[in-house]
């Protein structure tokens, strides 16, 4: 059974940092593409951060560029998102999701596996 299973969520004050984890099972990571995604109430789904299964693409929204750092663990079967400086804005749902490709895609339609989300909330 295909499985992603998101980590690490919570509440942490503007500033603050949170690690994400994207733990995959059924399927060897290595071979995916990875990209995190983020929904806020009543807006659409972004995305937030992507690395390739080859990591020679890696895609970070200009939002988040500079603060955000997307790593991959391919023994552990793991992909983490490092946040750092949170703003209010960062604020929703994130989700991880898999693509067998070799290239990064910022937007959700072409990827085939999809996490159940993890909360993140930046407020003081």
């Known amino acids: 059974q295909v499985q992603l299973v998101e980590s690490g969520g919570g509440l942490v004050q503007p500033g603050g940092s949170l690690r994400l984890s994207c733990t995959a099972s059924?399927?060897?990571?290595?071979?995916?593409?990875i990209g995190w995604f983020r929904q806020a109430p009543g807006k659409e789904r972004e995305g937030v951060s992507c690395?390739?299964?080859?990591?020679?693409?890696?895609y970070y929204a200009e939002s988040v560029k500079g603060r955000f750092t997307i790593s991959r663990d391919n023994a552990k079967n793991t992909v983490y998102l490092q946040m750092n400086s949170l703003k209010p804005e960062d604020t929703g749902v994130y989700y991880c999701?898999?693509?067998?490709?070799?290239?990064?895609?910022?937007?959700?339609?072409?990827?085939?596996?999809w996490g159940q989300g993890t909360q993140v909330t930046v407020s003081s």
């Open positions: 690395i390739s299964s080859s990591r020679d693409d890696v």
């Open positions: 999701a898999a693509v067998r490709s070799l290239r990064c895609y910022a937007r959700p339609g072409p990827y085939d596996y």
């Open positions: 059924g399927f060897i990571l290595d071979r995916y593409t």
